[in-house]
C-alpha cells in the first residue's frame, strides 16, 4: 500500500461503442465484429495539448476499473495503489486511461455479450480474438478520446503483452512503454498452464459447449483454472510465508486440512461470481498465440528510427514470467537502437509482485516518467 | 538408457497376503485393514547370509515392475536403466525388491480393491492411508523374504519419502538410505498442486463421490489431475527442448495447437488407462500429511547412534522437488551424526530427472553401495 498516494475518489465505468464507421472491428483474422463496446475509466485530466495521456493495460482477470472507488463499494480498482494523485501513474499530472480487453467480461465486447445478429448471446459464435485484436480496439478508444500521441503504456502480465503489441504496431502514437512482468511469446510452460485451465473448462459438463448462459455456470470447472492459475502466480517462498503447513480452522465442509488448500478453494469459488468461463478461454488462447516478434526476432519488427523510451520491469521470484523473458525484451530494445531500461525488482512475491511490489515501482516509473516527458534518455538500472 | 546394462529379462509380479497373524494391518490411525495384499517384484538373489538386499521404493504412479519386462510386453519396468546385471542397482550382487504401495491399484490393497466385509470395491470406505503404512506393509514383506536387514532402500520423489520412513522409524533394519528428488515434508505449493489435482478428479460428475467402480472411469478429473502433475515433473528449459512452440500436426481432433498441448492430453489419456483415481486422491493425502520429521527437526527424531549411511541426490532444474529440500535433509542427517552424502545433479530434466538421469546417478549409487558394503565411510560430493 502505498501510504502517500491519495485516491482518485468516486469513478463510473463508461462505455466506448464503435456506432460510426468502421461499425465493426476487422480482426486479425479478417473476420469482423461489430458493434463493439469498450468499457474504460479515466483518471485525472487530459491536458489542453493532449500529450499527458498513459493508458494501462490490465491483466487475463482485470478489468477497466484500475484505480478509485465505485459508488457504494468498499473494494478498490485493481492498481489502485499505482495511480492516483501523488502516487505511480500521478493523476495530477496525468490521464490515465484503462479499458476492459476486447473478448473480457467486464462491459467490452465479448463471448457472454448478445450477439446483435442472433439476439442470444455469442458463447462459442465469438470470433477468436489476439492480443493484436484488443490493441486495435484500444486505440479506436484512443482515438475517440482526441489523442495523437501517448505518453505511456504500462501494463504486467497480459498486459505487458499488450504494451509490447503498441511498441511493435503503433511505435508513432506512443513515446514511452512500460511492459512489466511478461514476455515476447509465451514458453510451452505457460501454454501448458493455460491449457490445463481451458481444459478444466471444457471438461466440466455445465460449460455445455459453451452455450451455458442462462443456466448454471461451469462453476467447478472455472474454479479450477483459477486455482491452477493462483499457484503460478504465487511463489514458493510466498506461500510458504502466507501459509507455510498450518492447519485451517475445523469449520469448513469440505475435507481439506490445509490453509493453503482453503485459499486456492476461496480464490477459485470467488473468481466464479466475476469472470466469464468463456472470456477464460478466449483470453488465455489470444495469450498463447501471441507472438510480438511474429516467428522472428522481436528486434527485426520494430519499425526504424523509432523514438520510444522503454522500461522494462521484473520480478525475481517471478516463475511464470521468470525474469529471463524480460531481459529477452531488453535485449531487442538495445540491438534495435531504443532506449530502454531494465531493473528486476528483488520480490518473493512470484508473479502476483507486479500488483504488490508498490514502493519500487512507483519509484521507477515516476522517475521514467518525468524523463519521459522531458524527452530526456532514461537511465540505466542495475540488470 | 545405460547401454553397458543389461536386462533381467523376463520378470513376474509376486503378491504377499498378510494371511498369517497379524492377518490385519494396524493403520497409524489407529484403523485395521485385512487382509492386506502387497505385488512384489524381485531381482537378483539373495545371498546366504540375506545382506546383500536392496528395497526400491516407487513415486506417486509407479508399482511393483520395476525391472526388466512381463512376458509378451515391450515396455520394461520403470526403473530399467538402474536395475539389472552391471546397472547402478546390479543385480549380479544385490537382491532388488520392489512393491506397489499399499493404497496402489497395481496388485496391492487400495480402494479399487474388493472390501472382503462387503463383497464390493473399497471406494471411499478405504481407510486413510500415510507413509509410516506403507513402509510399515514393505517391513512386513521384508519379513516375509526372511531379510533382517536392507543393504540399502531407495527411491525418488514419494519413493524418497518412503526411505526417510525407514530411516526414522526402523534405521535398525536398513544399512543405508538413498532418498532421491525428495522433501522431509511437502511445502504448501506441493501441496497446492496435488488439491488441484484431487479437485479436478472429484469435480469430474464420473466420479460419482468415490463409489465408480462397475461404470464410467472419472477419466477426465484423473487426466486432467495427471497433465497438472506432468508440467510439475518437467522444468521450463526441458519443455522448451521438447517442444517450444512447435504447431501440432493438423491431423488430431480436439482444438489445441501447439505439440506441448497434444503431449499433455496424450499423457493425461493414458493415465486413466493405467491408474485409479481413487488411488490418486489417497496416494496424494498420503504426500502432502507426510512429514519425516513428525513437526520437529528431523535431527531429533532420528535414533541415537544410529550406523545408516546416507546418500542423497537432487537435481538443478526440479522445482517441484527443489534442492533445497535435500539440502534440509543432508542438513539433518549431519546434524544427527549421521554419515550423509549430497550429490546435485546438473540436469535441465526437472523433475522427471530422476528417472531419466542414469549415467550419474549409476555412478553415485554404484560407489555408494560398494563403500556400505565395505562399511567405509562414504565419500563427500559437491554440495
Known amino acids: 500500500m ?5 485516491s482518485v475518489g468516486i469513478v463510473e465505468t463508461q462505455y466506448f461503442v464503435f456506432a460510426h464507421p468502421p461499425d465493426e472491428l476487422i480482426l486479425e ?5 461489430g458493434p463493439v463496446t469498450l468499457a474504460y475509466e479515466t483518471y485525472g485530466k487530459l491536458n489542453a ?3 499527458n495521456a498513459i493508458l494501462i493495460c490490465h491483466a487475463l482477470s482485470g478489468d477497466a476499473h484500475a484505480a478509485g472507488f465505485h459508488q457504494g463499494e468498499q473494494k478498490p480498482g485493481w492498481w489502485d495503489d499505482m495511480i492516483g494523485p501523488g502516487k505511480a501513474f500521478d493523476t495530477d499530472k496525468y490521464f490515465v486511461i484503462c479499458s476492459n480487453v476486447l473478448g473480457g467480461c467486464k462491459g467490452s465486447t465479448g463471448p457472454s455479450s448478445i450477439n446483435p445478429k442472433t439476439g442470444r448471446h455469442y458463447g462459442l459464435d465469438f470470433p477468436a480474438i489476439t492480443i493484436g485484436d484488443m490493441v486495435n480496439a484500444q486505440r479506436y478508444l484512443v482515438d475517440y478520446l482526441g489523442i495523437n500521441c501517448l505518453l505511456s503504456v504500462a501494463g504486467g502480465s497480459m498486459g505487458g503483452m499488450q504494451v509490447l503489441e503498441w511498441l511493435v504496431s503503433y511505435p508513432d502514437r506512443i513515446r514511452s512503454a512500460i511492459p512489466i512482468a511478461t514476455a515476447i511469446r509465451h514458453s510451452p510452460q505457460q501454454i501448458a498452464f493455460n491449457e490445463v485451465g481451458r481444459q ?16 448454471p455456470l461451469p462453476a467447478k470447472g472455472l474454479a479450477l483454472a483459477r486455482m491452477i492459475g493462483h499457484i503460478t ?5 510466498s506461500m510458504e510465508k ?8 475445523g469449520d469448513s465442509k469440505d475435507d481439506t486440512k490445509f490453509e493453503v488448500e ?7 469459488n470467488s473468481f466464479v461470481k466475476r469472470f466469464d468461463a468463456n472470456s477464460y478461454l478466449y483470453i488465455t488462447r489470444a495469450m498463447d498465440y501471441f507472438d510480438a516478434a511474429r516467428g522472428k526476432f522481436l528486434w527485426d519488427v520494430f519499425k526504424k528510427n523509432i523514438n520510444v523510451k522503454v522500461l522494462v520491469i521484473a520480478f525475481k521470484s517471478d516463475w511464470l514470467y521468470p525474469a529471463y523473458q524480460s531481459k529477452e525484451i531488453v535485449k531487442a530494445c538495445k540491438i534495435a537502437g531504443l532506449d530502454a531500461t531494465y531493473c528486476e525488482i528483488d520480490s518473493t512475491y512470484g508473479h502476483d509482485a507486479f500488483l504488490l511490489e508498490t514502493e519500487e515501482q512507483t519509484h521507477l516509473i515516476k522517475h521514467f516518467l518525468e524523463k519521459v516527458k522531458k524527452g530526456e534518455t532514461t537511465d540505466e538500472y542495475e540488470i
Open 200 to 215: 478444466a473448462i471444457m471438461s466440466d459438463p455445465d460449460w455445455k459447449g459453451g452455450y451455458y448462459y442462462g443456466g
Open 49 to 51: 495539448q493532449k500529450s
Open 262 to 268: 482453503e485459499y486456492l478453494h476461496y480464490r477459485g
Open 2 to 6: 502505498n501510504e502517500d498516494g491519495k
Open 233 to 237: 502466480y504465487m511463489s514458493d517462498i
Open 242 to 249: 502466507k501459509f507455510s503447513r498450518r492447519i485451517k480452522n
Open 29 to 33: 483474422s479478417g473476420k469482423k465484429i
